[in-house]
């Protein structure tokens, strides 16, 4: 493990660098309610339609909670250098997995977003975009690290890359503390890139979280912030154009599954475009275990994903 802070005159740093308070907590990720019109279709929506906005708002979903376990990761990274001791490679691995989850879903994002039919390219889809973009260099450097890593190694440059941050205990603290973490345990004298929060407004306790690899930089911060956005967007607009659709019954993603034995079926749910709300739709189904005599099926929802089957089994 190699880390570093800003460098300060010796013998001041316990005033420039006050510990990190029990208090700082890093809020959780707000995902996308199970309620939301991203998961609760009409079911008369277009398939091609549907997988598009579930790849969506998976991926939004994937970007925020990975962004709060970053965050949650640099924090007590913060609270284990205040204590004088090595931060553990739980904290630094979970940090750098997290921070490559979020550039790997935001550049999936990027890609499907395009796909949405009936998406405006006006300014804020294209305000998007933009911000999603630099992201894609990454995804590069993944791909052809095979042919990246010799120079990695002349430049020496860490193959995971580098993280740094700023950390301020709460909107009311006057210091601002900045981090960075290369994963791994090399000593060597390094040039790794530090965050400038100047004049720079960002989230509290952690923020302005920036990814470095391969002569590549990208704030995943401000990406992060971007998708939160665009997600809030989307879904207002979901909602108002679901509104406008007739009343049919609705798929939504939930399923409860068999687990009291060891039964083999599979099962279907086709409701045909503009059932009307409360009507059943067609179910075919079939279960099959060893000395199972007899299974029922209840139907918990319309589930388009995988139906919720509860299934009593009995030998006789």
Known sequence: MNSAWEEVPPGQEHELLPPVPATARVPPAILFADSSPLHAMPANLRIAQM????????????????????????????????????????????????????????YR???????????????????????????EPFRHVVQHLDATI??????????????????????????????????????????LPLVNPLGKRFEVPIGLVTLSAAGETVCLSDVVSAVRRFGARLERAAAAAFSALPDTLV?????????????RGSCSISPARGTPA?????????LEGAGVKRAE????????????????????
Not at 72 to 101: G, I, K, Y
Not at 278 to 286: A, C, I, N, T, Y
Request: charged share 15%; aromatic share 4%; glycine share 8%.
């Open 51 to 106: 997988l598009v906005l579930d790849g969506i708002s998976t991926s939004i979903d994937a970007i925020n909670l990975a962004y709060r376990n970053l965050q949650a990761a640099l924090l007590e990274f913060n609270r284990s250098m205040d204590q004088h001791r090595s931060p553990s490679r739980t904290v630094t691995v979970p940090a750098v997995m997290n921070a490559w989850a979020v550039v790997d879903a935001a």
């Open 278 to 286: 409360g009507e059943k739709p067609s179910l075919g189904s079939r």
């Open 251 to 263: 798929a939504q993603a939930n399923s409860i599954y068999p687990s009291t034995e060891a039964l």
């Open 150 to 191: 010799p120079q990695l190694l002349t430049d020496r440059q860490p193959v995971w890359g580098s993280l740094s941050w700023a950390y301020v205990e709460s909107s009311q603290a006057g210091t601002i503390r900045v981090g960075v973490l290369m994963p791994g345990a090399a000593r060597a004298p390094l040039d």
């Open 297 to 316: 099926l209840v139907v918990r929802g319309h589930n388009r994903c995988a139906i919720g089957i509860s299934a009593k089994a009995s030998a006789s």
């Open 109 to 135: 994002l990027g890609l499907i977003v395009p796909r949405l039919r009936g998406l405006k390219q006006g300014p804020a889809v294209k305000s998007f975009l933009k911000s999603v973009a630099p992201v």
